[in-house]
């Protein structure tokens, strides 16, 4: 019995605290916060297995990797309005004897901000953005900086390694990069009526009307899937 009682308040314990991990703390006064989690939706008709390290019912598909919707990976979710100052982020050409890569593959800054691309790598290597009209060679230790002007998404290709490529994605208002879980948390906020959008580098991009409330931090979950895109209201 006593044991019985040990593992029950244990057991509270760990559901308390995870009530606690699930709303971010309460805003400084007269602000506001947004959270949620970001959810991949399957297309109708499309059935995902059980386990995750399934593989397809069709034979030639057998060393495809299932898209893990449970997973959504890289994504972006930011506000419409007045731009935050302007940040910059960094992206390493790496490399080890079985492939070159970009690290991260996508990352994320404010509009106006500065992307830095540095060749960590022994060899040299040409980098290609095409939206921003840029193709430079690197050599090893060499980075190049680019400034990002217009919002949204950015494609980086290496030219001397095709199957290398990623991106970089510009926020024109306040944004939060998604958590290995999925969630997002976006802080300090003024109060009103807000379009919240979300953007992935594989789904269609969604956004939704929401109010931010003084003094509240307001959990808005966001789905991100085919016919899935612009809502209306909370």
């Known amino acids: 019995m006593q044991l019985t009682r040990k ?35 399957p297309r109708d ?21 299932l898209v893990d919707y449970k997973r959504p990976g890289f994504a972006v979710v930011w506000l ?27 990352a994320a800054l404010a509009t106006g901000g500065s992307l830095r691309i540095l060749n960590t790598t022994p060899e040299a290597h040409t980098v290609s953005c095409p939206s921003l009209g840029r193709v430079q060679r690197l050599a090893p230790g060499d ?11 950015h494609a980086l290709f290496l030219l001397d390694r095709p199957q290398v ?28 009526p807000v379009r919240l959008h979300a953007w992935h580098p594989r789904f269609p991009p969604v956004a939704r009307s929401v109010d931010v409330v003084a003094d509240e931090s307001k959990r808005v979950d966001l789905e991100m899937g085919v016919g899935r895109g612009e809502e209306a209201g909370p």
């Not at 008709?45 to 495809?64: F, K, L, N, Q, T």
């Not at 419409?80 to 492939?99: C, K, M």
């Not at 980075?143 to 998404?153: D, F, N």
């Open 45 to 65: 008709g499309v059935h995902m297995p059980a386990s995750s390290d399934a593989a397809y019912g069709d034979r030639r598909m057998r060393d495809i990797e």
């Open 143 to 153: 980075e190049l900086e680019l400034r990002v002007a217009e919002t949204g998404a």
């Open 80 to 106: 419409e309005g007045s731009a935050p100052p302007a940040e910059g982020a960094r992206v390493s050409i790496r490399a080890n004897e079985f492939e070159t890569r970009l690290e991260p593959a996508w």
């Open 165 to 192: 490529e990623g991106g970089v994605f510009a926020a024109p208002g306040p944004f939060a990069v998604l958590s290995k879980s999925g969630q997002f948390e976006l802080r300090d906020l003024a109060p009103g």
């Open 7 to 41: 593992l029950s308040a244990g057991s509270a314990a760990v559901l308390l605290c995870l009530a606690c991990a699930s709303a971010p703390p309460a805003p400084p006064q007269g602000r506001g916060t947004l959270f949620g989690d970001l959810k991949l939706i």
